[in-house]
């Protein structure tokens, strides 16, 4: 179980360490960059299922496999749309919205899945989940992705 929760705490962070890259790429206007880092995010999907298999030992209660879940739906969206699709739904109002509430919830959801793993896993994932937060906010506003 310790092994398991410190990979969730570590996945957390790297997720939002992986996040934070591709909004500083974006903002940097390197689009190759952010793609590579784009696939390495989306990636974690096998880590996470991993979680989401091993949990069910290990009594999780139902918000851990609704954290995970929201995480890997997420993923799964964003490969959907901007790699397989390769569809522009950002500039689609509602679409963006939809698209950013989702990922709100499920990069929020990580610092669930993180605190499992301790304190200094949960305020390194609360500082990071900030962190993405504000630069969603400020490449939003700059690149208006």
Do not use: C
């Not at 993923?75 to 950002?90: A, G, P, V, W």
């Not at 989702?102 to 900030?130: C, D, E, N, P, R």
Request: no cysteine; hydrophobic share 60%.
């Amino acid at each position: 179980m310790e092994a398991a929760n410190l990979l969730g705490g570590i996945i957390a962070v790297f997720i939002y360490s992986l996040v934070t890259l591709v909004f500083l790429a974006r903002l940097a206007g390197s689009e190759r960059l952010e793609h590579v880092l784009g696939i390495v995010l989306i990636a974690l999907i096998v880590p996470l299922l991993y979680l989401m298999f091993t949990a069910r030992g290990m009594n999780r209660p139902p918000l851990y496999f609704i954290q995970l879940g929201l995480m890997i739906f997420y993923l799964l969206l964003e490969l959907l749309l901007d790699y397989i699709l390769k569809f522009d739904f950002r500039s689609v109002r509602w679409m963006t919205i939809a698209y950013v509430t989702i990922f709100s919830a499920a990069t929020g959801g990580m610092m669930g899945v993180a605190a499992h793993a301790g304190k200094g896993w949960s305020f390194a994932s609360i500082a990071l989940f900030l962190v993405i937060m504000a630069l969603a906010l400020i490449q939003r506003r700059i690149t208006g992705k």
